[in-house]
């Protein structure tokens, strides 16, 4: 199961790596040209990060319930300990996202982070 949602998070990357990547770099004449197309190839990159900390953050969730119960069941080959960080590290980036857009518009700058999304 888990090779499964590896393979798609790695397929998911690719294809926005691959997005990313076919901006108007290549057809860049000057130098002003082409930190201008860096700069709106990079403007996604808040949208992003947050995409892949929702993303992460439940894999690690679910992966830590699964060996929290794998740990109950089977107590010598794993510790409850390791399921248990797996959650906290998952939630903690589920809600990454959710903070630095709080703080980012705590100091008026809101307008400076645009696309996390917030729940």
Same mark, same amino acid.
């Given at each position: 199961?888990?090779?499964?949602?590896?393979?798609v998070?790695?397929t998911?990357l690719?294809s926005?790596?691959?997005y990313l990547?076919?901006?108007s770099l290549?057809?860049?004449?000057?130098l002003?040209?082409v930190f201008t197309a860096?700069?709106?190839?990079?403007?996604?990159?808040p949208?992003?990060?947050s /995409?892949i900390c929702?993303v !992460? @953050?439940i894999? +690690?969730?679910i992966?830590?319930?699964?060996?929290?119960?794998k %740990?109950?069941? =089977?107590?010598?080959?794993a510790?409850?300990?390791?399921? /248990?960080?797996?959650?906290? !590290? @998952?939630v903690? +980036?589920i809600?990454?996202?959710?903070?630095?857009?709080?703080? %980012?518009?705590? =100091?008026?700058?809101?307008?400076s982070?645009?696309?996390?999304?917030t729940f």
């Amino acid at each position: 199961m888990f090779s499964t949602l590896k393979r798609v998070f790695t397929t998911f990357l690719a294809s926005t790596g691959f997005y990313l990547s076919t901006s108007s770099l290549a057809h860049a004449a000057t130098l002003n040209e082409v930190f201008t197309a860096l700069a709106e190839s990079l403007s996604s990159l808040p949208t992003l990060l947050s /995409i892949i900390c929702y993303v !992460v @953050g439940i894999i +690690l969730v679910i992966s830590g319930f699964a060996y929290a119960n794998k %740990a109950k069941n =089977f107590p010598q080959q794993a510790e409850v300990s390791t399921g /248990i960080w797996r959650i906290v !590290v @998952g939630v903690c +980036l589920i809600i990454l996202p959710t903070i630095i857009s709080a703080v %980012a518009g705590s =100091f008026g700058t809101a307008a400076s982070a645009p696309g996390i999304p917030t729940f």
